[in-house]
């Protein structure tokens, strides 16, 4: 056990892990309606142009556009209907001067027509169409190609799925679509204490939070979530769900169990699994020294701590980019705001700490206020708009000073 809570930078821990895995990313064909929250694994260029003829913008009338000059509310031009077109029909006419067809949103345009006038800038009598406002050539007509030319390029390779860029592909007639990936990532609980959201809780009991949370997580990094379960402080159970997310799993996370107590069996159950296992056990962050970082049959295990506000920021700094990686995805840039600190943060030398804030506006500009209530308190976040990063050579930062804020859910490369 004297490997054990051997404190190191995260920069340390992510170079230890870089020597013994790295992010391997799979290529894979699938439809497109299944390829939403994926990233391309390929840039996609189009075989056709959009639209791909001459189509009406708008319901209207088809008309040559000089044969609408001069038109006013009190002396319209008077243009003889050849007939009409829906959208989905190709037609059939040729207009000659002094014609018109009436169209559809979307329909082609007719051979000799180069311009659309509004339905709502004529009236209709019998066969006769009394055009009561000019339009220009082009007017109301989405051109060939005017959205996307034939052979451009219109994504890229890594660029995650949205459904504008659905509709995008759809839009150039792709059926499948090569993306990433998703990583499988197995989430195990660990703690006798826990119990499953929703059970009846008994004397000294509390609900799981970190299993959903970190569940939820692993989806927003591109990832796919397989929740195992809480395993009870017993070796034999933590082994038994371990091994059964490295079969079914690429990334293993275990959160609970991690640091150097009595009751704290984790890691030495997990570095009992396999070579080289335990390679990380203590990062110098704050919350968060108790992490632990495992490679078992080439998989990586993620060992957070179990209080919450611990788990998910070291999840955030640590587990997120190997995820991200995986998937394809570029790593998450976060926005940065310059605030004023409300209150004095003591900090403990040699540890990084991340202090959750809230943000004020006030007269003097943008406040940082300091919400320190633990790293145990799962609302320490949800009430935060986003961290300090504390450096670890720093032990004050006084009241007033300007503070750099990283926000939580940007996703701007600051």
């Keep these: 056990m004297s490997r054990f809570l051997r404190v190191m930078t995260l920069e340390e821990a992510l170079g230890k892990l870089k020597k013994h895995w ?14 939403g929250g994926l990233a391309l694994a390929e840039d996609v260029v189009s075989k056709l142009d959009v639209p791909p003829f001459d189509r009406a913008s708008v319901d209207g009338y088809a008309v040559h556009a000089s044969d609408t000059f001069g038109a006013g509310e009190d002396s319209p031009v008077r243009l003889e209907c050849v007939g009409s077109l829906p959208a989905g029909a190709w037609p059939r006419v040729e207009l000659r001067a002094d014609e018109c067809l009436e169209i559809a949103t979307g329909a082609p345009l007719p051979r000799g027509a180069d311009a659309v006038v509004m339905v709502e800038h004529v009236i209709v009598q019998k066969s006769t169409v009394n055009v009561y406002r000019a339009v220009a050539p082009g007017e109301n007509v989405a051109r060939r190609g005017s959205e996307v030319k034939r052979g451009a390029t219109v994504l890229r390779a890594g660029q995650r799925l949205s ?22 990532v197995a989430v195990i609980s660990s703690g ?11 004397r000294g009991q509390v609900y799981d939070v970190n299993g959903p949370a970190i569940c939820r997580a692993v989806e927003e990094c591109g990832g796919e979530a397989e929740y195992l379960g809480i395993a009870r402080d017993q070796p034999s159970q933590i082994a038994g769900l371990v091994k059964k997310g490295l079969s079914s799993s690429d990334v293993v996370v275990i959160s609970g169990g991690s640091s150097a107590g009595t009751g704290d069996i984790v890691p030495s159950v997990v570095d009992s699994l396999g070579r080289p296992g335990v390679i990380v056990h203590g990062l110098a962050l704050k919350p968060g020294k108790p992490t632990f970082v495992a490679v078992i049959r080439d998989k990586p295990v993620f060992g957070l701590p179990g209080y919450p506000v611990s788990a998910l920021i070291v999840f955030d700094q640590l587990v997120a980019p190997q995820l991200r990686q995986i998937a394809g995805l570029p790593s998450l840039g976060r926005k940065i705001v310059r605030a004023r600190l409300s209150r004095k943060i003591l900090s403990a030398r040699g540890r990084m700490e991340f202090v959750p804030v809230e943000l004020v506006r006030g007269s003097e500009g943008l406040r940082a206020r300091p919400i320190l209530k633990g790293s145990g308190a799962i609302t320490a976040l949800s009430e935060a708009d986003g961290y300090i990063k504390v450096p670890l050579e720093e032990e004050i930062i006084e009241e007033g000073e300007m503070v750099k804020v990283v926000l939580f859910g940007g996703t701007e490369n600051a």
Aim: aromatic share 2%.
């Design 22 to 35: 790295r992010p391997r990313l799979k290529v894979i064909d699938v439809p497109l309606d299944e390829a």
């Design 192 to 202: 006798a204490e826990l119990r499953a959201p929703g059970s009846r809780l008994g």
């Design 163 to 184: 459904s504008p860029s659905i509709g995008t592909l759809a839009a150039i007639g792709v059926k499948m679509v090569k993306v990433y990936k998703r990583p499988r």
